[in-house]
């Protein structure tokens, strides 16, 4: 085991895990991406960790230096790849805010439009892709519906939104009964 951390962990990815399974390293944030990986490896041999639920993978320090040693699993979008993902996107809020006409687009027909929508379904953790797909799903021509895929952590980020927006939204309550007013 050579205990060295890849490189295809992100700084932002090691401070999540320092911060999910709450290790006890001065400074996390502060230290620069290699120094972090150092305190991170030294952790980790010398302190036990708890499983938790977003890596079932995972029960132990060593586990998760194995995991830490190997490439990261799902590497995303590179930057180009992510800004013409975007761009597709984009045409499709613009067919869809333009009342669904294929005229008023530089597509040609539905189907090139259906496998765009599916090629932009695949990046749900990305917004204007949700956004996309969204209006998309709202077209009667697409018979189909396409279903977004979005990660488990973006998901939970998305209704914990939805539910501090619901907390804050004013409620109307009515209540019945007799009720005594007194003016003095």
């Given at each position: 085991m050579?205990?060295?951390?890849d490189k295809?962990?992100?700084k ?5 895990l320092?911060?999910l ?5 001065d400074?996390?944030?502060a ?5 972090l ?16 639920s977003?890596?079932l993978?995972i ?5 998760l ?17 992510k ?14 805010r333009?009342?669904f006409c ?8 539905i ?7 599916l ?5 749900g953790?990305i ?10 799903n709202n ?11 979005i990660s488990?952590k973006?998901?939970?980020t ?7 927006k619901?907390?804050l ?6 209540s019945k009964?007799?009720h ?5």
């Amino acid at each position: 085991m050579t205990n060295k951390i890849d490189k295809s962990f992100t700084k932002k990815d090691l401070l999540e895990l320092v911060d999910l399974y709450e290790m006890d390293i001065d400074d996390a944030f502060a230290l620069p991406k290699a120094n972090l990986q150092a305190e991170l490896v030294s952790y980790l041999k010398y302190n036990p960790i708890s499983p938790k639920s977003e890596h079932l993978e995972i029960n132990n320090s060593d586990d998760l230096l194995r995991h830490l040693e190997n490439t990261k699993p799902n590497i995303g979008l590179n930057y180009k790849e992510k800004q013409d993902m975007i761009h597709t996107a984009k045409k499709l809020i613009h067919y869809c805010r333009s009342s669904f006409c294929l005229s008023l687009t530089e597509y040609n027909s539905i189907d090139e439009i259906y496998e765009d929508g599916l090629k932009v379904a695949k990046h749900g953790d990305i917004p204007t892709c949700r956004r996309a797909i969204t209006e998309l799903n709202n077209d009667n021509k697409i018979r189909n519906k396409i279903q977004l895929i979005i990660s488990p952590k973006v998901q939970d980020t998305i209704e914990s939104k939805q539910k501090q927006k619901l907390e804050l939204t004013p409620v109307f309550k009515l209540s019945k009964g007799f009720h005594h007013i007194v003016f003095e």
